[in-house]
Nanobody, 115 residues
């Protein structure tokens, strides 16, 4: 199994920045893919960014150029640097890990962007 612990959410004004962290309970080099998803009130959960083995990275169109996903293998941690935040980025952000054919989720961290 994989346990994921997120941190770094909070309240920020539009145009500001936040960095989310997701610490995994096992080496991220053994995990096929790790990513960030978000879910706003009344909306479906959506992919924000994902990094796969081989360092293949994909972003949702809505965050391209503003968000950056990265990984630190020594800390078993994946980050999401969020810049130029907009009110529409407000959501609960979840970390996801795909390992041995199963997806694992963190508990989520709230990001609120005020206008």
């Amino acid at each position: 199994q994989v346990q994921l612990v997120e941190s770094g959410g909070g309240l920020v004004q539009a145009g500001g920045s936040l960095r989310l962290s997701c610490a995994a309970s096992r080496s991220i080099f053994t995990i096929t893919a790790m990513g960030w998803y978000r879910q706003a009130p009344g909306k479906q959960r959506e992919l924000v960014a994902v990094i796969s083995s081989g360092s293949i990275i994909n972003y949702a169109d809505s965050v391209k150029g503003r968000f950056t996903i990265s990984a630190d293998g020594a800390k078993n941690t994946v980050y999401l640097q969020m810049n130029s935040l907009k009110p529409e980025d407000t959501a609960v952000y979840y970390c996801n890990a795909h390992w041995m054919g199963t997806g694992y989720w963190g508990q989520g961290t709230q990001v609120t962007v005020s206008s």
